[in-house]
């Protein structure tokens, strides 16, 4: 249930995974080759009741790759505005 994330040594409930909107969708639709080929996985996120967890988990691996929370890897490292963004979003839901 739990996995230690190495790189900062955070303990992660991945529960979450089990509830998401991309579960059991081809992986490589979430790593386009280009931000310009990210629609469809940004499409699937949109709809995603997990979005807050993943992108927690992206920012905590250090995700440099792929679509996580609907953002592509550009974005999502620059995790501060994102997250502000993020919570903005999911009070105001």
């Not at 969708?25 to 996985?41: L, N, Q, R």
């Not at 009741?49 to 490292?77: F, M």
Request: aromatic share 8%.
């Amino acid at each position: 249930m739990f996995e230690i994330c190495e790189e900062v040594n955070v303990p992660m409930n991945l529960a979450w995974r089990q509830r998401a909107a991309c579960r059991g969708v081809e992986p490589d639709i979430f790593y386009p080759v280009s931000d310009e080929e990210a629609e469809e996985a940004k499409a699937i996120c949109e709809e995603c009741p997990v979005r807050q967890p993943c992108l927690e988990y992206a920012i905590s691996n250090r995700e440099k790759d792929g679509v996580w929370c609907g953002a592509t890897s550009r974005t999502h490292l620059t995790d501060g505005v994102l997250r502000v963004w993020m919570g903005q979003s999911f009070e105001a839901a």
